[in-house]
Nanobody, 115 residues
Framework: QVQLVESGGGLVQPGGSLTLSCVAS????????VSWYRQAPGKERELVAT????????NYADSVKGRFTISRDNAKNTVYLQMNSLKPEDTAVYYC????????WGQGTQVTVSS
């Protein structure tokens, strides 16, 4: 059974940090490009960061460059999103997506940045 399971979300104060994890099972994770997306209430889902299968190429949305870092550990079938200097506008449900010939989505994890 194919699964992507996100974790690590929560409530954090502005300026704080969180690390999200996305654990995959049921497919050859190491061959897939993986991305993090987020969706805030009333807004469209937006691409946050992408990492290619080897992990040596990454891309980020302008809004998170310099603050977020995406990485992967193929031995653990896991992709991470390290989020630093969090802002209230980073509040959203964060989803991971694995893509190759088809795409798989996780169920999402809530991140709330508030004082």
């Amino acid at each position: 059974q194919v699964q992507l399971v996100e974790s690590g979300g929560g409530l954090v104060q502005p300026g704080g940090s969180l690390t999200l994890s996305c654990v995959a099972s049921g497919f050859t994770f190491s061959t897939y490009t993986v991305s993090w997306y987020r969706q805030a209430p009333g807004k469209e889902r937006e691409l946050v960061a992408t990492i290619l299968r080897i992990g040596d190429i990454t891309n980020y949305a302008d809004s998170v460059k310099g603050r977020f870092t995406i990485s992967r550990d193929n031995a653990k079938n896991t992709v991470y999103l390290q989020m630093n200097s969090l802002k209230p506008e980073d509040t959203a449900v964060y989803y991971c997506k694995a893509s190759l010939s088809r795409s798989y989505w996780g169920q999402g994890t809530q991140v709330t940045v508030s004082s």
